[in-house]
Structures are given as C-alpha cells and as structure tokens.
C-alpha cells in the first residue's frame, strides 16, 4: 500500500495572535462560532493575516479539501491500496482511515475539520474516520516506514508522472505540498528520497494529486 501526505498544509484554526482581529471576529459571528474554532481562511482573514509566519503557505484550506476529495474519490482508494495523510503547516497530522466519504460542500468540509480540530477525532457508529495528533513530518515518516518517499516540487529533478509512477514500490510515500505557493522547507526536503518536477508550470495540489494518482492507478489496475 502506498502512502500520499499532503504536506505543510495550510490547513489550521485561527491561531491565538489574530483572533481579536475584527475580520476574523466578524466571520466567527456570522458561523455562530468562537474565533478560535474556525480554519483559518485568506478568503475572510486576509487584512488579519498581512505579515504573520509564513504567510503565502497559510490559510488556504480549500486546497486540501480539494486535494483530499481527488485522492479520495478514485479506485485506488476504494480498494484500499492507498493510506492518506494531512501533515499541517503547524505539525499536525491528520490520518483519513478507510471508506470515508470526505463533504463535497466546502462549508460542510470546513465544519467537519473545525470539530477534528477541537476534538481531535471523528467517529461515526463506533468507526473512528479522522483522527489528528501533534506529529512531525519525519515522526510520520518514522512511524510509515516507506521504502522510497517521493516528493514532488518545481525544484526537484525533471521527470514525468508517467515515468515516476512506474518506479513506485508497493510501500513507498509520495508527498504534494498542500500550500499555495513557495517550496517546501529544508526539513521537510531532508525526509525525501528524491524530489521530482513534473514541468515548469506550478501546478494546484489538487492537480498533482490527480494526475499522479491515475498514472499510478494505471501500473496496478490495467
């Protein structure tokens, strides 16, 4: 089986520093929600956001609801030939187990990561979906163990979908960046393998997530 993490994703809820901010103020009235339960969300935090950490790699949480809904509408993982991970901006890890029907609906989608988030786990009749544990990326890549960890950048060395999906090993991690823009980090890039661009272009997680997975689906199912 192999392993997708989609990795330093902007995906986290509003942090301490900005919750007083009157963007995000305004936005947890409209939700019914406290400012520290929402995903943080450039769309409605923007002026909020303006100079924080690591700026242009936060708030963009429709990129893993996207990302998260390609890689979990296809074959490969209805037959169970793929373990998905979320590792966050913050170092969160957020594990999708079997059979889970991510809300197509992003207001639905942001609800359902809100509680994670504050829970820590989703369980429906006694089957645990979603879970999240504070984890470093190469804490999860200790415990997953893969034989190979491919990560996918417009830095790494010119490649193929095609070319690369034929050289998975039945155990090995392929890891898309879930940001909108910029590289992944120095740490993050000491974890892989190998780091491949698949073009020039920057491409959307989505996109990458997409093409890589149904090149890889062709190896195994046809």
Known sequence: ???LILAESSLELVPAELQSHPSVNSHAQKLGKRPSEILLDNSWHY??????????????????????LEATTIPLY???KIKIFIHTINDKVISIEENVHIPKSYHRFAGLFEKLFLEKTITVNNKKLLSLRDQSFSKL???????????LSTTGQPNSFEKIST??????????????????SDSMKNNFSDIFSIG????????????MLYEYEKTIFM
């Not at 050289?167 to 992944?184: A, E």
């Not at 020039?200 to 093409?211: D, K, Q």
């Open 1 to 3: 089986m192999i392993s």
């Open 167 to 184: 050289n998975l090993l039945d155990d090995s991690c392929i890891v898309i960046g879930g940001f909108q823009k910029g590289h992944f």
């Open 47 to 68: 002026a909020a956001m303006k100079g924080i950490d690591n700026e242009i790699k936060r708030g963009r949480p429709d990129l893993v609801h996207f990302s998260i």
């Open 141 to 151: 890549i200790d415990e997953i163990n893969p034989s190979q960890i491919i990560g």
């Open 200 to 211: 020039n272009i920057s491409l959307e997680a989505h996109v990458v997530v997409a093409r």
């Open 78 to 80: 209805f037959e169970n």
